[in-house]
């Protein structure tokens, strides 16, 4: 991730805290635990989550790796080392479509993250739906890196723009520009 867009005090009574830590909570990983530091919490149009630091990464990486809904990114195989790629540490995704968990444990104990992405595109242990990866590409990689692109409504709603071929009808194909989004 990018740039927090909140830092100073206060950040765990962010509603972004409280959700991503719920759906933490509801996979079995209670921070808690691992004496953890939140330093920067991310809002939408961006994935949503929060940089903290942590005291005992490596106990918060072995209980990560024994929940059985997340899928690690391997370093030793293509798929997973192209999906860690913009990850800070070790990655670990939350197996499923639609919005997911990305949970990012730096060993080191700093700069660690934990957010949802809008598009999950983990299909089992190790295994990437590549198609759904363009759009996790679209709408939470470029969303972080240029979320004064992009725009949010509602719990899951987002808006960005959009150059993409259409069908006219005439049945001719052409290049729509605009804005698009999905909720």
């Known amino acids: 991730m990018s740039q927090p867009d909140l830092t100073g005090p206060d950040l765990e009574r962010r509603p972004e805290v409280r959700d991503v830590k719920r759906a933490l909570g509801k996979i079995g990983i209670f ?47 293509r798929e997973g080392s192209f999906s860690a790629g913009q990850t800070h540490g070790v990655g670990l995704r939350e197996i499923g479509s639609g919005p997911r ?54 719990d899951r709603g987002q808006y960005g723009p959009v150059i993409e071929p259409v069908v006219d009808l005439d049945n001719r194909t052409r290049l729509f520009f605009g804005i698009g989004g999905h909720w």
């Open 31 to 77: 921070l808690e635990g691992f004496g953890i530091t939140i330093t920067g919490v991310y809002v939408k149009p961006r994935p949503y989550g929060f940089d903290f630091d942590c005291e005992h990464p490596d106990d918060l990486l072995a209980t990560a790796r024994k929940i059985n809904t997340l899928s690690e990114d391997k370093l030793n195989t």
């Open 101 to 154: 968990l990305h949970l990012e444990i730096a060993l080191s104990g700093k700069d660690c993250n934990v957010h949802i992405d809008s598009h999950g595109y983990v299909i089992g242990q190790g295994l990437y739906d590549w198609n759904v990866s363009l759009e996790h590409g679209y709408w939470d990689l470029l969303s972080d890196k240029a979320p004064w692109m992009f725009g949010s409504f509602g």
